[in-house]
């Protein structure tokens, strides 16, 4: 398979921000690794021994199921530890797994920013695929400039899925989506933006983004835990369709 290209990103805290809840919480992370590019249509095919129409391009209509087992391919492909194991669609995460994951949201939120403060670690057109640049599909992974951490197209072009549960209390089993895509404008391609769907949706606009690392945390890791995704789900509350709204 071509090689996955990774980044390590040093260890530190990013606040992240759910602009529903009015909630603002800060997470401490361990160093880890993730993908330098979206994991592109080229790489998905050779994973499971089909064609790629367009090669460099993100690969996307990925439901988060198949995003998980992609990572599973991509371990067993170079002889890692599975990270992930499932009871029909219900997948646990083994956190000191070594081999290939979705980021969580903490960790993929740190490496966007890549030291930024603002919305974007850049001007939007010099660093982002949008609805701006009016094309009408996902372009080629690394034709706009990379953040300060190396990562291409971490803002615009597809958003990428995440491990995290988007909001169990109102949207069930729902899981983040980060980065905006190409028909988003300003308002979504945000590094806040926290929007998400079903674990079995799939679109044309939601891709993946590969990380690696283990740790010792048991049932928790890099800003996520099991426990707490518990706790959450159980609070009454109504469940509206829909996202979230903008982040800030």
Known sequence: ???????????GSVTLHDARNKERWTV??????????????????????ESA?????????????????????????????AAYTFDGAEVTWHTDADGYRLPTEAEWELACRAGSTGAHYGPLAEIAWTSADGVTDPQNVGGKLPNLNGLFDTLGNVW?????????????DYRVFRGGGFADDSWSVRASTRRGGAPRMHHE???????????????????????ADRERGSLDGPHPPGWTPRGG
Do not use: H, K
Not at 28 to 38: D, S
Not at 61 to 70: G, T, Y
Not at 160 to 172: I, K
């Open 160 to 172: 990428e899925w995440c491990w995290d549960f988007l909001d169990p209390a109102r949207y069930d």
């Open 205 to 227: 606009d939601v891709g993946v983004r590969l990380a690696r690392g283990g740790f010792d945390g048991g049932a928790a890791a890099q800003g996520w835990s099991a426990a």
């Open 53 to 81: 129409r367009y090669p460099r391009r993100p690969a996307t209509d990925l439901s988060w199921l198949r995003a998980v087992r992609l990572c599973n391919a991509a371990s067993e492909w170079e002889g890692l530890d």
């Open 1 to 11: 398979m071509s090689d996955i290209e990774m980044a390590r990103i040093a260890a």
């Open 28 to 49: 401490a992370l361990e160093p880890f690794e993730i993908g330098v590019y979206a994991l592109t249509q080229e790489q998905v095919a050779e994973l499971i021994g």
